[in-house]
């Protein structure tokens, strides 16, 4: 409401539902004065806020609660959180599919090895609100509703969506849907981002079941409450049903080249990224892998264009040669 507040000023000055008086009479502060001068800037600036803030909503607190499916209000506030950054799959395709599937070809979560940052973010957003739809309809069918109707759970929470759009075209016009598509996208990319890191390059044999070594880990202390135990990400994967305050630092665990939020930035200058990022790979195969995984990492390696890569696949098949009798 407070964004919509200040958008509104630039096609319909005035006090939108009281907000400036309540202001004033609680601090003395005059909204109306502050803000009659406002521009472009001002409206960027507010359209930033919302997205730290639908950020901390929709992606720190949202995934905490959405992993509560046993808790149908914690996973209602945590859709809730996500609809105002219109993620609301993300409720449904993280817990039931990317948890199921990460580090396969199955999870369009997971950036295969040499895969840019800016290729993922399409791949990754459109394959998970495909594997959604599939998820909920199944889901459907096997209680007996119709798969696109009222008990799809995709369909109410685009009903929430949609209601929290026309709020801002009521609220604030064009401009307010506009500004809040923007921070939408903003949070779309901030999560693609987390994502990317989270899992880069690492694969899993289908048969076998999420392991700690299926995550890269961080166990900074400052990266675990900013992001409620997000970072700790290892034994998130292993055991998703564990509250975020019981997340232990898994010390035996893939770590990043770096700190949570370093690794975004890194990302987004790839790079820089395959740089930092390759030698984590070569070490996760030799240090971490099973033999299956192995094999999938050579694979992977063939195919990733990365030439440290590449070397080091063509090397792991070449037949052992002994040393030579003294």
């Known amino acids: ?20 008086a309540l202001v004033q009479s609680l601090t003395g502060f005059d909204m109306i ?3 009659a001068s406002d521009g472009a800037l001002e409206y960027l600036g507010a359209t930033a806020a919302l997205a730290v803030a639908t950020v901390n909503g929709a992606i720190v607190i949202g995934h905490e609660l959405t992993h509560r499916t046993e808790q149908p209000f914690s996973f209602f506030m945590g859709r809730l959180g996500e609809a105002f950054s219109m993620m ?3 409720s449904i395709e993280h817990p039931y599919g990317h948890h199921a599937t990460v580090g396969t070809d199955a999870d369009p979560a997971t950036a295969v090895r040499g895969e ?12 998970q609100y495909r594997n959604c739809w599939h998820l909920e309809a199944d889901r459907c069918r096997k209680i007996g509703a119709a798969p696109y109707g009222w008990r799809n759970r995709l369909v109410r929470s685009y009903a929430m969506e949609a209601a929290i759009v026309l709020f801002a075209f009521w609220a604030a016009g064009i401009l307010g849907v506009v500004l809040f598509l923007i921070n939408a996208l903003a949070v779309h990319v901030i999560l693609e981002l987390a994502n990317y890191t989270e899992h880069y390059g690492l694969v899993r ?9 299926h995550s890269w880990n961080t166990n900074n202390r400052a990266t675990y409450w900013y992001t409620v135990g997000i970072g700790r990400h290892s034994h998130h994967h292993a055991d998703a049903s564990v509250e975020f305050w019981n997340l232990k630092p898994f010390r035996d665990a893939p770590m990043y080249a770096t700190g949570y939020i370093t690794a975004f930035l890194m990302a987004l200058v790839p790079p820089l990224w395959q740089r930092v990022m390759t030698p984590k790979l070569i070490e996760w195969d030799r240090h971490w892998a099973n033999e299956r995984e192995r094999e999938l990492a050579r694979q992977a390696n063939l195919h990733s264009g990365i030439p440290q890569l590449i070397d080091a696949a063509r090397e792991s098949v070449k037949p052992h040669t002994p040393a030579p009798a003294v």
Not at 1 to 20: E, S
Not at 116 to 127: A, N, P, T
Not at 205 to 213: I, K, N, S, Y
């Open 205 to 213: 044999d289908p048969v076998d079941p999420v392991q700690p070594r």
């Open 116 to 127: 840019s940052f800016y290729h993922f973010v399409w791949r990754s957003i459109i394959g």
């Open 1 to 20: 409401a407070l964004f919509c507040w200040v958008v509104r000023q630039a096609t319909a000055p005035g006090d939108f539902l009281g907000i400036a």
């Open 33 to 35: 004065a502050a803000h």
């Open 88 to 90: 609301t799959y993300f």
